[in-house]
């Protein structure tokens, strides 16, 4: 099983749509979690952290069930500028040697269309 | 923002060169910074964590006799693929974390696309 679990997709919305992404992950103990924007060919841009308590970034909300092992993102109003990957990454407990080292989701992709 | 910076962003070279990557925080300090590879349509992997003044901590199945690490300074990490080889060929990202805790998000570099003939 993958340490992060994400679908693939693609998926392919129209401009204006809500659509969400979700995300799985194996180990209870992960500390941190985040999205992750990547565009084609290009670096990984951090998009937001995600707490618990959920959180919004304008129209973007992260959600994050720690119970079960579970992250989504929603985007509201979906541009086309939005068309990107989106990763789901985890960050591992700090310690015993282990520098909170980040694990990637293999990403969602959206494609936005008009 | 942290702001990385990445360079070369892009290396194409025969098969047997040695190819080095810098790795730079601009605005920041990076105790520790990491080392990625990227293959097409695949995640990210981290191959090494580069920390400041000591050994850096390879990932299990990464040869670190291949993929040379030196974090000289604070603000500085060189990944240096040794006799490069066309399995090689890879998108190779780092990042760097602001502060020494491990639940501040990484900010990447641009990345390196490295093309081995």
């Known amino acids: 099983r993958k340490e992060v679990e994400q679908d693939p997709g693609p998926f392919n919305v129209p401009e204006g749509a809500t659509v969400a992404f979700n995300c799985t992950y194996s180990?209870?103990?992960?500390?941190?979690f985040f999205w992750y924007r990547q565009d084609c060919r290009k670096e990984p841009k951090l998009l937001m952290s995600?707490?618990?308590s959920g959180n919004e970034d304008g129209r973007f909300t992260a959600q994050l069930n720690r119970a079960s092992q579970y992250i989504s993102l929603l985007i509201r109003d979906s541009k086309l500028s939005d068309s990107a990957t989106y990763l789901c990454?985890?960050?591992?407990?700090?310690?015993?040697?282990?520098?909170?080292?980040?694990?990637f989701g293999q990403g969602t992709t959206l494609q936005v269309k008009p | 923002g942290a702001v990385v910076s990445q360079h070369p962003s892009r290396v194409i070279c025969k098969s047997g060169t040695s190819v080095k990557i810098e790795c730079r925080s601009l605005?920041?300090?990076?105790?520790?910074m990491f080392w990625y590879r990227q293959f097409p349509k695949q995640s990210l992997m981290l191959m090494a964590t580069?920390?400041?003044?000591?050994?850096?901590?390879?990932e299990q199945g990464v040869e670190k006799d291949k993929f040379l690490i030196n974090h000289a300074s604070l603000t500085l990490s060189t990944l240096t693929v040794t006799s490069a080889h066309p399995e090689d060929s890879s998108f190779y990202i780092c990042?760097?974390?602001?502060?020494?805790?491990?639940?501040?998000?990484?900010?990447f570099g641009d990345g390196t696309r490295l093309s081995i003939l």
């Open positions: 995600v707490y618990s």
């Open positions: 990454v985890v960050s591992m407990p700090h310690g015993s040697g282990n520098t909170g080292k980040l694990i």
């Open positions: 580069s920390n400041e003044g000591s050994k850096a901590t390879y």
């Open positions: 180990n209870s103990a992960s500390q941190s």
């Open positions: 990042s760097a974390r602001v502060g020494r805790v491990g639940n501040q998000p990484q900010h």
């Open positions: 605005d920041f300090q990076a105790t520790t």
